[in-house]
């Protein structure tokens, strides 16, 4: 929500966990990328690659608070795509709100939170069906 930033977004053990990963990293200026597991990845093939390709994530920007010119969407339909499979306790907050936007469309999508790695064609179908579709 407008005033938050990500961190304040985070249960608390979550937002905890990210803290102390990012302090051990560097001192607290980056996050370091997660098991490929964390992601839901369990392709050994898939998992290595993503790992292989995943760098630190800084920390700043989970640090802003979201301030907005205008509201969110800027009045564009949006659609929000939840990957369920498994579906990750940390974007429940998000999924929850997205539910409760009547201007906006859910969508589950049963992949992993990373499926444009163990699913690409078929996320891909599913974002271009929903670009194509026509505004409320």
């Given amino acids: 929500p407008e005033g938050e930033s990500r961190l304040d977004g985070m249960i608390a053990a979550a937002r905890g966990d990210r803290l102390a990963a990012a302090e051990q990293q ?3 200026i980056s996050v370091p ?10 392709d050994r ?9 995943m760098t630190p994530q800084p920390l700043a920007p989970d640090r802003c608070r979201l301030e907005l010119a205008h509201p ?3 009045g564009l339909p949006a659609t929000y795509v939840r990957c369920t499979a498994p579906a ?4 429940e907050a998000s999924a929850a709100y997205a ?3 009547a201007d906006w469309v859910y969508r589950e999508f049963p992949g992993c ?7 690409p064609q078929e996320i891909a179908a599913l974002l271009i069906k929903e670009a194509a579709r026509p505004a409320a």
């Avoid at 939170?113 to 699913?119: E, F, G, K, Q, V």
């Fill in 26 to 28: 560097d001192g607290g």
């Fill in 33 to 42: 990328p997660p098991p490929a597991s964390a992601l839901g990845i369990s």
């Fill in 45 to 53: 093939t898939q998992a290595d690659w993503l790992e292989a390709h």
């Fill in 72 to 74: 969110l969407g800027n």
């Fill in 88 to 91: 990750l306790a940390i974007t």
């Fill in 99 to 101: 539910r409760g936007r």
């Fill in 113 to 119: 939170h990373n499926a444009m790695t163990s699913h």
